[in-house]
């Protein structure tokens, strides 16, 4: 049976990877992803979960252990954050690469130097282009559930990728929240066994990692980026029957208050509870909020689709390209909407933890409506920064 | 020729039908008459395209890269590295 519990999200993550039946996990501590592994530790130590545990020496290694045990064919998971995701980077091509559906939870966290535990979403952005499905999410039962939708993406025959799910490090990881605990046996039930067209096994010798010359390499690329649109589809369907299933789904999108939005805040990850809670506050009509949850596949279709009526779009988002002077999901929208008379703005925010309050938002909000106006505005602001100290 | 997901290979043995003695820039040339029969460059080729036939070494060039540790480690040097010209 379900049932309903109060826990860290940290702690919902790993009911999720339980309920998984994962086989093999690997991982190195890093804050503040640690409670997730930690609590799985338990739970096999326990004996509520039959995995292999293996303790590795880096983040680098964690990632190349599941790719090794993920070519068996064995469901496989870990997690990280920020300089473990980074030291990762070159192993994530593999995965992605060999095409192996592994699950990883980033728990976001900024980037060094100047070092910097806290909350923001540049370590995850940065490995946009790595073949990695991600999946931003917005709460600990959010999270929970899009462990395991992941693993049914991930899995999927049409798609074969590895899926990185995002959840704000701290924010999410370490607020306490009531969260269900689906049923063992539906998650069974959602999630058939892991079949692979390849496995390394003695009795069918195969070859996974060969070379791949200039005559073959850009083919393998393109069955990539072929896997990943199908990925779009596999996950807006995983979603539904995943709500058929559980009683709850997310979208690949998630429209808030949109059907008479004229200004539009776009986000992902959980800063849309805030600007859920501002646009309340506000009572207005004409604000909506748009979150994306998929940022890789990009959900183009589903954002033009749901902007169709915007007329200025303000990117609330916590990462920036440094020398774009933008954030990278901005980048993306105005590619996504090129050639729409949609304005697109800008809102660097949260950046190493900085909190992101109402007030943030609603300027966000009034810049846009001056840019409504037809008044000239900054095309990128960065909210709550101490002027007077750069 | 669809390529394998992943470029997994998929049939054991299959990098025999991919020649790489294209590779080479000198090629080895055995003198037989002062070859002594000893092995060592059937030994150290580390492609393992050198064969023993009726008494005589052969090199398989469909495979040699001709990096030339065959022609180093003769003893009495019965082998030579001569630029390949096509």
Redesign the interface.
Known sequence: MPHRDVMHGSRAVAEAVRLCDVKVVAAYPITPQTHIVEDIAEMVANGELDAEYIMVESEHSAMSACIGASATGARSFTATASQGLALMHEVLWIAS???LPIVMVNANRALSAPINIWNDQSDSIAERDSGWIQIYVETAQEALDSVIQAYRIAEDAEV?LPAMVCMDGFVLTHTVEPVEVPDREQVREYLPELRM??TLDPEN????G???DPN?YM??RK?QELAMERALEVARRADEEFRRVFGRGYGVVEEYNMEDAEVVLVTMGSVAGTIKDTIDMLGDESVGLLRLRLFRPFPKEAVRRALANAKVVNVIEKDVSIGMGEGALMTELKSVLYGSDIKVLGTVAGLGGRDITTEHIRQAVERAQRALRGERVDEVAWAGLKEEAV | MKVNIAACITEPGSSERNKTGGWRVFKPVVHQERCIDCGSCWIFCPEACISRKEGRYEVDLDFCKGCGICANECPTEAIEMVLEEK
């Open positions: 690469g060999l095409r074969l067209p390849h010798p195969v070859t996974m060969s070379l791949g073959y083919e393998c069955q």
